[in-house]
């Protein structure tokens, strides 16, 4: 964890900079355009494996 923003939590992975939103609930849809911004370190469809 990078560091805490106004309604998100800021994670570096390796130089990438990921922000996940507070939420009760992201939702898949969304919770797979934060696993692609994560492609660049960990491989594409790094999720799927």
């Known amino acids: 964890m990078e560091r805490e923003g106004a309604n ?3 994670y570096t992975l ?3 900079v990921v922000p996940i939103p ?3 609930e992201l939702g898949e ?5 934060i ?6 370190v960990l ?3 790094w999720w799927k494996k």
């Open 8 to 10: 998100h939590t800021i």
């Open 29 to 33: 849809i969304f919770a797979i355009d």
């Open 14 to 16: 390796n130089g990438v």
């Open 35 to 40: 696993f692609k911004e994560c492609e660049g």
């Open 43 to 45: 491989g594409k469809g």
């Open 22 to 24: 507070r939420h009760t």
